[in-house]
């Protein structure tokens, strides 16, 4: 292979790295952001509930209704609906 081309070669090797590179930069800070955001609107959420009945027996129902693995309903435990 002639050095030119080997050269040629391994900056598009290099060029492609970056660019992947880039791409899971970009995936990180969106998951962080969506993360984030997902915290953000919980924390408002329960102080919320804390203040308002009806929207507490609302959040509630749609727990109650959503979460179906054990694991979840036991972390938010104290929302759901007591039986």
């Known amino acids: 292979m002639a050095p030119e081309r080997k050269s040629i070669e391994q900056q598009l090797a290099q060029a492609r790295a970056k660019v992947q590179q880039l791409e899971a930069r970009a995936a990180s800070r969106k998951r ?11 924390v408002t959420v329960i102080a919320a509930m804390e203040k ?16 179906t693995k054990p ?10 609906p007591r039986t």
């Open 71 to 80: 694991l979840d309903r036991e972390v938010v435990a104290e929302w759901l």
């Open 52 to 67: 308002d009945d009806e929207l507490r027996e609302k959040v509630r129902g749609l727990l109650d209704a959503h979460l």
């Open 32 to 42: 962080k952001t969506d993360d984030r955001r997902k915290i953000l609107i919980g």
